[in-house]
Antibody, heavy 117, light 110 residues
Framework: EVQVVESGGGLVQPGGSLRLSCAASGFTFSSYSMNWVRQAPGKGPEWVSY????????SYADSVKGRFTISRDNAKNSLYLQMDSLTAEDTAVYYCVRDYNYNFDVWGQGTVVAVSS | QPVVTQEPSFSVSPGGTVTLTCGFSSGSVSTYNYPSWYQQTPGQAPRTLIY???TRSSGVPDRFSGSILGTKAALTITGAQADDESDYYC??????????FGGGTKLTVL
């Protein structure tokens, strides 16, 4: 079964850091570009970051640029998101999303990040 | 990043046809923005309905269709059913790995 499973969410204080992980299975991870998409409570989804299947092409939404870092380890079938300088506006469910032919075709169940003092 | 606009809400009668649109605050949507459409019900992750403008995702009923209408991407539901009542989001590709979601349309079927 094709799936991605996120982990690493939790409660963190403003200014703190968190590292999200995404474990992929059921497909050749190294052949696919991947994204992080987040959804704040009661809001629509927001694209956060993209990484090409081989890694050299990376992009970020303006809202997280300079604070978040996306990476992947194709040998471990894993995607990561290092989040620094967190603010309340980063509170959301974070989804790991596979990207195929300009289609966000596989979504995880999400991991919850709450930024609060 | 540009702002992608969608109707905040729409209502359709059962069996009726509705067209939701997705545009830029300034400028036109083209096929090179690879418009895609997602349906989301409460507590669930979004699921793909349409990608690359008009390609229906596997398992999606053919009452869902996508197109470019004028300056906007469009999702048309023909013969709406009660379980089509959901939130619908479009996503546009901006190049270089950048994407933007629209604000979403809450569709009511009544």
């Amino acid at each position: 079964e094709v799936q991605v499973v996120e982990s690493g969410g939790g409660l963190v204080q403003p200014g703190g850091s968190l590292r999200l992980s995404c474990a992929a299975s059921g497909f050749t991870f190294s052949s696919y570009s991947m994204n992080w998409v987040r959804q704040a409570p009661g809001k629509g989804p927001e694209w956060v970051s993209y990484i090409h299947n081989s890694g050299p092409i990376i992009s970020y939404a303006d809202s997280v640029k300079g604070r978040f870092t996306i990476s992947r380890d194709n040998a471990k079938n894993s995607l990561y998101l290092q989040m620094d300088s967190l603010t309340a506006e980063d509170t959301a469910v974070y989804y790991c999303v596979r990207d195929y032919n300009y289609n966000f075709d596989v979504w995880g169940q999400g991991t919850v990040v709450a930024v609060s003092s | 990043q540009p702002v992608v606009t969608q109707e905040p809400s729409f209502s359709v009668s059962p069996g009726g046809t509705v067209t939701l649109t997705c545009g830029f605050s300034s400028g036109s949507v083209s096929t090179y923005n690879y418009p895609s459409w997602y349906q989301q019900t409460p507590g669930q992750a979004p699921r793909t309905l349409i990608y690359t403008t008009n390609t229906r995702s596997s398992g999606v009923p053919d009452r869902f269709s996508g197109s470019i209408l004028g300056t906007k991407a469009a999702l048309t539901i023909t013969g709406a059913q009660a379980d089509d009542e959901s939130d619908y989001y479009c996503v546009l590709y901006m190049g270089s790995g950048n994407w933007v979601f629209g604000g979403g349309t809450k569709l009511t079927v009544l």
